[in-house]
Nanobody, 121 residues
C-alpha cells in the first residue's frame, strides 16, 4: 500500500546539480516527516536530510550548504536539490516517511527502489 517512488538521479560532473523527487502514496503525506537517505557502495545507509511536518529542516554536515530538502503537500512530493556535487556524493538515494522522536528522525521501513546518483570527477 505504501509507495515511495524516487526519481531524478543520473550521471553528473563534479560541481553540477541534480534535483531528486519522491512521490508518496498510501500515507497521509501532510502528517509525515520526510527524509532523504543515501547508500554508497560498501557503506551504511545514512540520513542526508529531513523535513518536519511544519517545514523545519536538518542536514548531515557533509551536505550542509549544498543540498536543500523541501516538500509540496499538494503533490505528496518531497524534493532534494543537490548543488556543487562531489564524487563522494555518489550513492543510491532513497526517500523515507516517518516521525521525529525528540529531535531524532525515525524512518518507517518502507524503502523504495531508490535513484542512483553518480558524480564523476
Amino acid at each position: 500500500q505504501v509507495q515511495l517512488v524516487e526519481s531524478g538521479g543520473g550521471l553528473v560532473q563534479a560541481g553540477g546539480s541534480l534535483r531528486l523527487s519522491c512521490a508518496a502514496s498510501g500515507i497521509i503525506f501532510s502528517i509525515n516527516a520526510m527524509g532523504w537517505y543515501r547508500q554508497a557502495p560498501g557503506k551504511q545507509r545514512e540520513l542526508v536530510a529531513a523535513i518536519s511536518t511544519t517545514g523545519s529542516t536538518n542536514y548531515a554536515d557533509s551536505v550542509k550548504g549544498r543540498f536543500t530538502i523541501s516538500r509540496d503537500n499538494t503533490k505528496n512530493t518531497v524534493y532534494l536539490q543537490m548543488n556543487s556535487l562531489k564524487p563522494e556524493d555518489t550513492a543510491v538515494y532513497y526517500c523515507a516517511h516517518g516521525t521525529y522522536y525528540k529531535s531524532t528522525y525515525m524512518p518507517m521501513p518502507n524503502w523504495g527502489k531508490g535513484t542512483l546518483v553518480t558524480v564523476s570527477s
